[in-house]
């Protein structure tokens, strides 16, 4: 059976940048040596995020930026924080950043003396972390950075212990793709208690401790799971069905038949699509434990049709409803053939039809054969 799990994704927080007045101290000088070269660098904000909007620009001579005076070239920022500009006249330049609402005569920051060689390539990264621009920033402004990079660190951290967390998780369900639930139910148990906020952790415990037989193990985590999921701002009601699919499968193998009947019921609520799928499961798993849980015997018929509803064209629900009412058939005194209940030769016919060479044919045929009836297949071939 498929299964999905959705994991949350982090992201840093906003950066924080002020807006300088342009100098209108002039100290120009010329381009200089004839030739062009390029030039590339990384911005990065105060808190040492890479900057995403903005151009970077160049302005001829050292340390003095007119407000009337145009770029003479500029170059758009990345969503990496990276930029680079080709076909730069060689010479010295201000490097000016400003972001995308950053008005003309106003600068986030500046770097003096840039200088281009003809020919190469010149690397000028724009940090403002640096003393320099840090100290042109108001108390508040600086109180509000030390937040943000105390909030970073943090969120860097947690991302870190998530990246984990999700390579366990890949590890576990492939474990358990392979029947390896000894070594997926511990790795997901050490995870669960290193973040137990985590509902799928919880949900792949559960799922590992299934296939162990851990039924009460199983049923506890997979409900804890389940809860902590359904309580949070946005549930994964795909991921809750699935975990519930495997709670019906852990009650019912542990002959709690109307808790499995439950567990079912709910998968399909939370995920009408999949109804057809968890109803079979239910039918399946009914069918497995009705030698020893009789409740489970009566329960085979319901579930198939519940199947049969949702998804008409599954043959197995057909084979189980016809192979449980069966159980119930009379034998004719007179002639000995067999009296099965309404509904029974007609699953088998629709098994047949939908599945002529299925798995459980021989067997539907047999029956249909004592009960006196030539199974229809022909108009089954012709449809398949």
Not at 130 to 138: D, F, V
Not at 226 to 234: E, Y
Request: with cysteine.
């Amino acid at each position: 059976m498929h299964r999905k799990s959705f994991w949350p994704r982090f992201v840093l927080a906003a950066i924080i940048s002020v807006a300088i007045p342009l100098s209108t101290a002039q100290v120009w000088a010329q381009a200089g040596a004839a030739g062009t070269g390029t030039i590339h660098g990384q911005v990065t904000d105060p808190a040492g995020a890479p900057v995403n909007n903005g151009t970077i620009s160049l302005y001829p001579g050292n340390g003095g930026v007119s407000p009337e005076t145009d770029a003479k070239y500029s170059f758009p920022i990345g969503a990496d924080g990276a930029y680079k500009g080709e076909n730069v006249a060689a010479g010295t330049y201000t490097l000016v950043y400003r972001a995308s609402n950053t008005p003309k005569n106003q600068v986030v920051d500046q770097i003096d003396n840039i200088k281009v060689t003809a020919g190469q390539d010149t690397t000028a990264n724009d940090d403002m972390s640096r003393p320099e621009y840090i100290a042109k920033l108001t108390p508040e402004q600086k109180k509000a950075l030390e937040e943000t990079i105390k909030k970073n660190s943090s969120i860097l951290k947690e991302n870190a212990q998530i990246k984990n967390l999700n390579a366990d998780l890949t590890k576990a369900r492939e474990d358990d793709k392979n029947h390896n639930f000894q070594e997926a139910a511990a790795l997901m148990q050490k995870d669960a208690n290193i973040k137990p906020d985590a509902a799928v952790l919880w949900i792949e415990l559960g799922i590992a401790q299934e296939g162990l037989k851990q039924y009460g193990d199983a049923q506890t985590n997979l409900q804890k799971g389940i809860q902590l999921d359904q309580a949070s701002k946005k549930p994964n009601n795909e991921m809750d069905a699935t975990a519930y699919d495997r709670l019906g499968e852990a009650f019912a193998n542990d002959g709690k038949v109307p808790e499995a009947q439950a567990a079912y019921d709910n998968a399909a609520k939370l995920n009408p699509a999949g109804a057809g799928t968890y109803y079979g499961n239910e039918a399946i798993m009914m069918d497995r434990i009705s030698s020893t849980a009789p409740a489970a015997a009566d329960a085979v018929v319901p579930a198939a049709e519940k199947a049969i509803a949702a998804a008409p064209n599954n043959p197995i629900p057909y084979y189980l409803k016809g192979k449980a009412l069966v159980t119930k058939a009379t034998v004719d005194q007179k002639t000995g053939k067999i009296v099965a209940p309404p509904g029974c030769q007609e699953a088998y016919q629709k098994y047949l039809e939908l599945a002529p060479n299925g798995p459980f044919s021989a067997d539907a045929k047999q029956i249909l054969a004592e009960m006196s009836q030539t199974p229809s297949t022909n108009r089954a071939s012709k449809k398949h």
